[in-house]
């Protein structure tokens, strides 16, 4: 394996361009991406079920007899399904559910003088569609990742898509398609790509278009989420997935080694930046990355993204670290350090955070409760996690009475005549009067 790339930063103060330069991701130019995705999406538009199908047969090397997945396929897969596997994903929705209940939000109402008062409801969207992702590896924790919280804001219809396999005679992975009959999604593609997103967004025959889209997928995914905003909602666009450590002396060299490597399977894209005060711990974790990469089982995919997106910062002390991880903004951060707690707290910038030695970021992909949808690529800082939120709209309720109005009259009539709007103030006088 060797040694990860190394910057002392125990002498500098580096800022928030700095540390984009030092610590890169890996290069993803969905803008590229969104030109090879624009004659998919608009043919799509134009052909449904046949653009589809044949984007599938394309991209996916497979075309599989008819989008929709048929009801006995779905039964099927859920009574194949292993026990183990059924257990964790039953636990791993309860859990889920829970969380994501507790986000739901009460109709908040103000009287903001009176007689006049605005209420603030939460109003969940008719129609979603829940992308789950099926390249190397089949991923039944984004299908409970995407429905339960669609599920707990209320929605009425929810259609999931997924890749199309050639190993499964053109329907998606079987275990992603139990997990969906577990979740009592009967609805049901077997489509990726910009493609499935495109079918989402205009419709198709078989499949009546939604109003958001969610759920992670590769750059052409995320590029036809960029295309199609606006005619549908998306959520954040996801990248390259990536982990941010953040450690002190304190730390188990062998802890941090297999939570790097753990990310690192994912993806040769995958972003890996260990930040410590300590450079006894940066070196024994090399030591550890030596032993445990080659013993691992995707170990050329995580030799590569170590390789290529991987780093140890050596910083001045705790403060510091602090400032390098906000400023880098990690989808996942992991917190090893003397009061894990305290110093998660301080944290401005991260996906999902993950406090001390026995909360891995494997725990939030499958049990933990939370979101493993998550913001990449620095996008933290502005940006959260899939949640309730993501399918309800905030809506205010306005009401008013005669005198609270003839109250406030006289003010509109200021502001509509200060911008030249005097049908405004007429449209309150005429009630006034």
């Known amino acids: ?64 007899a008819e989008l929709r ?15 183990a596997v059924r257990d964790a994903l039953t636990e791993a929705i309860r859990r889920a559910r829970l969380v994501h209940r507790a986000q739901l939000r009460e109709p908040v109402v103000v ?36 429905v339960v919280p669609a599920q707990e804001a209320g929605v009425a219809s929810l259609a999931v898509t997924s890749p199309p ?4 005679g053109g329907l998606p992975h079987p275990v992603v398609l139990a997990a969906c009959a577990l979740l009592g999604v009967d609805e049901v593609y077997a489509a990726g790509g910009a493609q499935a997103v495109a079918m989402f967004a205009h ?8 109003d958001v889209v969610t759920g992670p997928g590769n750059v052409y995914v995320t590029a036809a989420k960029r295309l199609l905003r606006g005619l549908v909602g998306v959520d954040a666009e996801a990248g390259p997935t990536e982990v941010a450590i953040l450690a002190d002396g304190s730390a188990r060299p062998d802890f941090v080694a297999a939570d790097l490597i ?18 006894e711990l940066a070196d024994a974790v090399d030591v550890e990355l030596d032993k445990q990469v080659p013993a691992t089982r995707h ?25 390098v991880v906000d400023a880098w903004a990690a989808e996942h951060l992991e917190i ?24 891995p970021v494997p725990l939030g992909d499958y049990l933990a409760g939370s979101n493993h949808v998550l913001p990449t690529g620095g996008t933290a800082r502005h940006s959260s996690g899939l949640a309730v939120s993501a399918f309800q709209r905030q809506v205010h309720v306005v009401e008013c009475g005669p005198e609270a109005l003839a109250d406030v009259a006289p003010r509109i009539a200021a502001l509509g005549g200060a911008e030249d709007l005097i049908a405004h103030v007429d449209a309150v006088e005429v009630r006034a009067r």
């Open 203 to 210: 419709g198709t025959e078989s499949c009546p278009a939604v």
């Open 165 to 168: 396999q050639v190993d499964n």
């Open 262 to 279: 753990a990310q690192a399977e994912h993806d040769p894209m995958a972003a890996c930046l260990l930040v410590t005060t300590s450079p």
């Open 1 to 64: 394996m060797g040694v990860l790339r190394r910057l002392d930063l125990r002498s500098a103060q580096p800022t928030m361009s700095d540390v984009r330069r030092l610590f890169p991701r890996a290069a993803v130019d969905v803008d590229v991406a969104m030109d090879a995705v624009r004659p998919v999406c608009d043919d799509v538009r134009d052909r449904g079920d046949a653009a589809v199908l044949d984007a599938a047969e394309r991209f996916d090397r497979v075309r599989p």
């Open 336 to 359: 090893h350090t003397a009061d894990a707690a305290g110093v998660a707290a301080r944290v401005r910038n991260a996906g999902a955070i993950f406090v001390g030695a026995y909360a």
């Open 299 to 323: 170990r050329e995919r995580v030799t590569e993204a170590l390789a290529g997106q991987g780093a140890v910062a050596i910083v001045a002390d705790v403060d510091a670290g602090l400032a």
């Open 69 to 83: 997945v048929p009801a006995d396929a779905l039964a099927s897969a859920l009574a194949a399904l292993g026990p």
């Open 111 to 146: 009287e903001v003088a009176p007689g006049t008062k605005v209420t603030e409801r939460w109003i969940p969207v008719g129609r979603v569609g829940l992308y789950v992702p099926g390249g190397r590896v089949a991923y039944p924790s984004s299908v409970v990742m995407n």
